[in-house]
T-cell receptor, first 113, second 113 residues
């Protein structure tokens, strides 16, 4: 079984530039999560999808962050414009509906200069 | 809401010595508890989980954790560590039946040869 796939693995951009991250969850996992992990911290949930629907986006900074999961499979997280404080690792995870075990991808390490 | 406290940010231990990584949680509802491990430049991997039943749960690589409701703790233990156990360990909690995970700040375990 293939795991959660994320790309790119690393991204370096200048502040005010846009950036996008892509995630392909494990096949059959209807629930998809985006987390942000700051240096020395645990992951913090940004948004959770059940199929195409964003059911919890309360922690997503909506002024600059957006996400989509148009066909209920892969997902894209976008930041526009990026700020220095957005430097972090962005993790994608997936799970079966109503199941508590989340499977994580390797993450995208974003550096904003 | 739930929260997790991992008091030890770094734990150095000699190879073949025992180790305990501490985790305390706060919640007003029944909880599920998890330990995830993160190796360098990799995503999080589930190590073990407590959902219900026996309060002592074990992983396949010798780790165990015990759910203690009265002390609101879920400490991780291993009687004899290996070099390969060097990693970051995260404790996480969710409300029973809920999807969202709340992570602690992590404990970096370093096994010294």
């Amino acid at each position: 079984e293939a795991g959660v796939v994320q790309s790119p693995r690393y991204k370096i951009i200048e502040k005010k530039q846009p950036v996008a991250f892509w995630c392909n969850p494990i096949s059959g996992h209807n629930t998809l999560y985006w987390y942000r992990q700051n240096l020395g911290q645990g992951p913090e949930l940004l948004i959770r999808y059940e199929n195409e629907e964003a059911v919890d986006d309360s922690q997503l900074p909506k002024d600059r962050f957006s996400a989509e999961r148009l066909k209920g499979v892969d997902s894209t997280l976008k930041i526009q414009p990026a700020e220095l404080g957005d430097s972090a690792v962005y993790l994608c995870a997936s799970s079966y509906p109503a199941r508590n075990e989340q499977f994580f991808g390797p993450g995208t390490r974003l550096t904003v200069l | 809401a739930q929260s997790v406290t991992q008091l030890d940010s770094q734990v150095p231990v000699f190879e073949e010595a025992p180790v305990e990584l501490r985790c305390n949680y706060s919640s007003s509802v029944s909880v599920y508890l998890f330990w995830y491990v993160q190796y360098p430049n990799q995503g999080l991997q589930l190590l073990l989980k407590y959902l219900s039943g026996s309060t002592l749960v074990e992983s396949i690589n010798g780790f165990e954790a015990e759910f203690n409701k009265s002390q609101t703790s879920f400490h991780l233990r291993k009687p004899s560590v290996h070099i390969s156990d060097t990693a970051e360990y995260f404790c996480a909690v969710s409300g029973a039946g809920a999807n969202n995970l709340f992570f602690g700040t992590g404990t970096r375990l370093t096994v010294i040869p």
